[in-house]
C-alpha cells in the first residue's frame, strides 16, 4: 500500500539554524499539508499545498516558515532561524483531492513524522 | 470555531475486553470525522471515516465508530481489545470549505494481560 515517507525521523539543531524537514508524498496525490504537534499538544495544521502553490495556512505558519515541491516527488518544509518553541512532531500529509471550492473533503493519509528538537 | 474533544487522556484495559474512546465535536453543520491511530514511531493511520450515510461505520483492525448527531459524538469502539491496540488514538474533523483537519488532543490506550 502506497504511503507517506519523512526524513529524517529525529533532526536535533541550535537555536537560530535552518532546518528542513522532507517528505515523499503518495505518488497520485494533488495535495499536500503540514502538521505539527508540540509534545502533550493537539496535532495542530500548518500549511497546505497545492498546485506549486499554499492553498491556505494557520496563524503558526509565519514568515520563519515556507514549503517547497523541488521537483516531482518531495515536498519540504524550511524554518529559516528555528526557535525552541519549533521543537515538536512535524507530520507531512497528502490526499487526492481537498475541501476547498465545495469539494467533498477528501481523506489525508499521515507519514510518521519528523520530531525536531531545538536546543 | 471548531473544536475537537477526547476527554479521555488515558485509558486502561484488559486484553478482551470491549474499548470505547469518546470524541465530541463542535461545529454548525456536520463534519467530516476521522480517526486516526499512532502506534510508537509510527505515523498516523487512518483506521476510519464519516462522511454521509449510515451512521456506523467499520474501520480497519476491527473498529467501528458511530456518529450520533444529537450528542456531536464519533465513538470509537472495538468488542475485544487486543495488546497490539495499544497506541495512541486521534478523533479529527474537516468541514467542507477548509483544508485542514482539527484534532482532538488523543487518547492513549493502555492495554494489559
Known amino acids: 500500500e502506497p504511503e507517506v515517507t519523512q526524513t529524517p525521523s529525529h533532526q536535533v539543531t541550535q537555536m537560530g539554524q535552518e532546518v528542513i524537514l522532507r517528505c515523499v508524498p503518495i505518488s497520485n496525490h494533488l495535495y499536500f499539508y503540514w502538521y505539527r ?5 493537539k496535532v495542530e ?8 502553490e499554499i492553498s491556505e495556512k494557520s496563524e ?8 517547497e515541491r523541488p521537483d516531482g516527488s518531495n ?6 532561524s528555528t526557535k525552541l518553541e519549533d521543537s515538536a512532531m512535524y507530520f507531512c500529509a497528502s490526499s487526492l483531492g481537498d475541501a476547498l471550492w465545495g469539494q467533498i473533503f477528501d481523506t489525508q493519509y499521515f507519514g510518521p513524522g519528523t520530531r525536531l528538537t531545538v536546543l | ?21 469518546r470524541c465530541n465535536y463542535s461545529y454548525g453543520a456536520t463534519p467530516y470525522l476521522f480517526w486516526y491511530v499512532q502506534s510508537p514511531g509510527q505515523g ?12 456506523l461505520v467499520q474501520g480497519i483492525k476491527g473498529f467501528e465508530a458511530e456518529f450520533k448527531r444529537s450528542q456531536s459524538s464519533f465513538n470509537l469502539r472495538k468488542p475485544s481489545v487486543h495488546w497490539s491496540d495499544a497506541a495512541e488514538y486521534f478523533c479529527a474533523v474537516g468541514i467542507t470549505g477548509a483544508n485542514n483537519l482539527f484534532f482532538g488532543t488523543g487518547t492513549r490506550l493502555t492495554v494489559i494481560p
Open chain 1, 45 to 52: 495544521f500548518l500549511v497546505s499545498f497545492y498546485n506549486n
Open chain 1, 60 to 67: 503558526i505558519f509565519d514568515d520563519q516558515f515556507s514549503v
Open chain 2, 44 to 55: 498516523l493511520q487512518l483506521l476510519l471515516k464519516y462522511f454521509s450515510g449510515d451512521t
Open chain 2, 1 to 21: 470555531a471548531q473544536s475537537v474533544t477526547q476527554p479521555d487522556i488515558h485509558i486502561t484495559v484488559s486484553e478482551g475486553a470491549s474499548l470505547e474512546l
Open chain 1, 75 to 80: 515536498f519540504t518544509l524550511k524554518i529559516r
Open chain 1, 37 to 41: 504537534q508540540i509534545l502533550g499538544q
